[in-house]
T-cell receptor
Framework: KQEVTQIPAALSVPEGENLVLNCSFT??????LQWFRQDPGKGLTSLLL?????REQTSGRLNASLDKSSGRSTLYIAASQPGDSATYLC?????????????FGKGTKLSVKP | KAGVTQTPRYLIKTRGQQVTLSCSPI?????VSWYQQTPGQGLQFLFE???????NKGNFPGRFSGRQFSNSRSEMNVSTLELGDSALYLC???????????FGPGTRLTVT
């Protein structure tokens, strides 16, 4: 059974710092991996999607990497800003089932202090 | 393009009642998935629909059901509501299964 873990559960950093959020999964047979952010009481905003054949994806100050063999993904945020404060979730979809079934981690709650 | 829309945004129901939630996907998207989010369990997959067919269902009791219409809009139903059904219900759409999923704002259901 696929399980997704995100460490740490919470992180507080000063504005301007570069940071890394971690995501690990137990079964390397993933179809893709997606990173989201969620603001309090809101829906999820898709940040990056990495297909299983890719190693990384970049969007602005965000860079996500994928290492299927070790079951790990990282989300790198450069020059953090207070507006980056949110909960960050990673999710994987797996082969052998419905690719529309995302399995989520519990998230990392990020706080960027001015 | 308009994003995923969900109605209603907030709902208060009493135990034993039933509820219907609606989701309109992004135009052109044919796949719709539903998720339940609670503080204790996090985000859990409910079901996925594609071309009016349920492709997969998560580990939820039969009280949870759904359907998809020919225009890709989807509804989910919860019958005989329990206190534990209080949650944020999120709908996501994608062009096809396995593509990037885009989420709606959710429906906050409170069962009293």
């Amino acid at each position: 059974k696929q399980e997704v873990t995100q460490i740490p559960a919470a992180l507080s950093v000063p504005e301007g710092e570069n940071l890394v959020l971690n995501c690990s999964f137990t079964d390397s047979a993933i179809y893709n991996l997606q990173w989201f952010r969620q603001d309090p009481g809101k829906g999820l905003t898709s940040l990056l999607l990495i297909q299983s054949s890719q190693r990384e994806q970049t969007s602005g100050r965000l860079n996500a990497s994928l290492d299927k063999s070790s079951g790990r993904s990282t989300l790198y945020i450069a020059a953090s800003q207070p507006g980056d404060s949110a909960t960050y979730l990673c999710a994987v979809s797996v082969y052998g089932g419905s690719q529309g079934n995302l399995i989520f981690g519990k998230g990392t709650k990020l706080s960027v202090k001015p | 393009k308009a994003g995923v829309t969900q109605t209603p945004r907030y709902l208060i129901k009493t135990r034993g009642q039933q509820v219907t939630l609606s989701c309109s996907p992004i135009s052109g998207h044919r796949s719709v998935s539903w998720y339940q989010q609670t503080p204790g369990q996090g985000l859990q997959f409910l079901f996925e629909y594609f071309s009016e067919t349920q492709r997969n269902k998560g580990n939820f009791p039969g009280r949870f059901s759904g359907r998809q219409f020919s225009n890709s809009r989807s509804e989910m139903n919860v019958s005989t509501l329990e206190l534990g059904d209080s949650a944020l219900y999120l709908c996501a759409s994608s062009p096809d299964p396995g593509y990037e999923q885009y989420f709606g704002p959710g429906t906050r259901l409170t069962v009293t």
